[in-house]
């Protein structure tokens, strides 16, 4: 079903929108049809958050117009842009899951009768709900009982309690495996069909193909391309989001090494003769009996459907979930972590796939966060901010990190998801690192930041370390990879590589069947 014929249910023009002397917006534009999905396209940084934020109330703009089926808005709240007809779901749930779906659903406007709080008339509100959006959940289950594809379609359904116009989708499969992203799609179709225009989020560009007729680029702050997606390709959007950046990468043979020569576990012409981690019959609570070896200078991947132990596995390396049986060794030395400070000390290093919850210091700065891991390996107390800044603007070349004015003292909370991966990255590299374990190390960010830390991936592998990486995109996983452990329900199902590492025997594996 194509976009319809007639006036656009929401025009923006030349939005924009300063924080202090930053420009986040300077001239966004766009309009949206009726009974459409419009995919909003850019790379991290380019303003998608913040123009986002104003269409839902949570921002004001400075400068241009939002108009609202005809009308000029401006909202004051997200309540009000709620009550006008806009809603918005985001990445990160805003579920209580100590309450059931009915009594999140109706949270902050309940059902009374005689002044009391109907629970009935929430069951049943919540149930003629959940059927006619064909959502399979029932309404006295516990939220912290149901699976991630479930939140988010009880946070749709949240949403789409009063039946919006306008539903603004902000990254809602970015944590779905293949499987349980298509449901959300599924109900996108349908809710298009019945009438509800969409805007839609995400840094996959298939799913953009599959679900929008529309599209909008943004590149810093400015609308620089929109258009009707059957017009165009997934080549075409990364360099129109690139522009004159587009290729590999925007640093490409500019960067300089990302790990100093005194840091390099050894020269790359060596890189694949020695083992720098060895793992035995590996159990934990979810992974069972996992054995191999990472070599140095190897990229090692690990695939499998969601659940199925691979970040289990992830953390279990580290020393972030406990080992109930068998060993590991690093560097041919016995090695049992109680704690990923135990990791860090023997030379693995960790990058978690909850980057904000379990990967940052929210509260400190770029140049704080970098130094961390520095600090809690040596057992340094204290470093001079000259030492400080030195060691984070060498990360901040190496890695392309895009700060507001280039300033290290810049709150990680102010960047986006691409540059706060980059940060992750460089606390990381900082340390000497052996081993280091990845764990859906593009989530969330966009195809230019994509392909720069891919280029990171190799260029670590190049110079020495033994790189492990966990990842829900099988296409990633064949692009860097070349070996690949598949876990189905917490064991080893397969180990692949050469001409058998391919899509197809992955999934097979991954889901049970014989390769």
């Known amino acids: ?30 309009s949206l049809a009726p009974s459409s999905t419009l995919a909003l396209v850019g790379e991290n940084g380019a303003g998608k958050s913040t123009l986002l934020k104003i269409l839902s109330g949570a921002l004001q ?36 899951p100590d309450l059931t779906v009915a009594e999140n659903l109706v949270i902050g406007d309940y059902p009374r009768r005689r002044g009391l709080i109907s629970w009935a008339s929430a069951r049943r509100a919540t149930e003629e709900l959940l059927d ?11 939220v912290g009982e149901l699976g991630l594809a479930e939140g988010y379609l009880v946070e749709i359904a949240k949403a789409l309690r009063h039946r919006p116009r306008i539903l603004i989708l902000d990254e809602p499969t970015a944590a779905l495996d293949p499987h349980d992203a298509e449901r959300i799609f599924t109900l996108m179709d349908s809710l298009r069909a ?8 995400s840094h996959r560009l298939e799913e953009l193909m599959r679900t929008s007729q529309q599209y909008m680029v943004l590149k810093d702050g400015r609308t620089t391309a929109e258009g009707l997606m059957r017009d165009t390709s997934e080549d075409d959007l990364v360099a129109k989001m690139l522009g004159d950046q587009a290729g590999p ?6 960067r300089a090494p990302l790990l100093a020569v005194s840091e390099r576990p050894q020269a790359a012409s060596t ?3 020695d083992v720098a981690l060895e793992v035995v019959g590996l159990r934990t609570d979810v992974v069972s009996d996992v054995s191999f070896r990472a070599h140095r200078g190897e990229i090692i991947g690990l695939a499998g459907l969601r659940g199925s132990g691979q970040s289990e596995l992830c953390r279990a390396l580290v020393g972030a979930d406990r080992a109930t049986a068998g060993r590991m060794a690093v560097l041919g030395r016995e090695y049992a972590p109680r704690t990923p400070h135990d990791a860090w000390e023997r030379g693995l290093g960790f990058v978690p796939a909850e980057r904000k919850s379990e990967g940052l210091f929210l509260n400190m700065t770029v140049a704080q966060n970098v130094l961390m891991s520095r600090l809690l390996k040596d057992g340094t107390r204290w470093i001079s901010r000259r030492g400080q800044n030195t060691l984070a603007a060498r990360f901040r070349a190496s890695l392309d990190m895009r700060l507001p004015g280039g300033d290290l003292a810049t709150p990680v909370t102010a960047l986006s998801g691409g540059n706060q991966q980059k940060v992750v ?11 280091l374990v990845l764990d859906e190390p593009t989530r969330g960010v966009d195809v230019g930041a994509k392909h720069q830390i891919h280029d990171v991936i190799r260029e670590l592998a190049d110079e020495g370390l033994s790189v492990i990486v966990s990842s829900s995109e099988l296409s990633e996983l064949l692009l860097l990879c070349s070996r690949v452990i598949v876990m189905h329900r ?22 049970g069947a014989a390769a």
């Not at 460089?426 to 081993?435: G, H, I, K, T």
């Open 271 to 273: 890189a694949r003769t």
């Open 249 to 254: 990468t925007a640093t490409s043979g500019q």
């Open 61 to 96: 703009a400075d400068a241009g117009t939002v108009t609202l089926q005809g009308e000029e808005a401006r909202f004051g709240s997200p309540i009000d842009a709620s009550r006008r007809g806009v809603a918005t779901v985001y990445q990160e749930l805003s579920l209580f």
């Open 132 to 142: 006619r959006l064909g959502m399979p959940v029932p309404a006295d289950r516990l």
């Open 1 to 30: 079903m194509e976009a319809t014929v007639g006036s656009p249910v929401l025009a923006v023009e030349g939005v924009e929108k300063r924080f202090g002397g930053v420009a986040a917006l300077s001239g966004a534009s766009f």
């Open 490 to 511: 917490g064991a080893m199902a397969g180990e692949l590589q050469g001409a058998e590492l391919e899509e197809h025997t992955i999934i097979r594996l991954a889901s």
């Open 425 to 435: 990255l460089a606390r990381c590299l900082a340390a000497d690192l052996s081993v």
């Open 194 to 201: 019945d009438g509800t225009s969409m805007i839609f989020v």
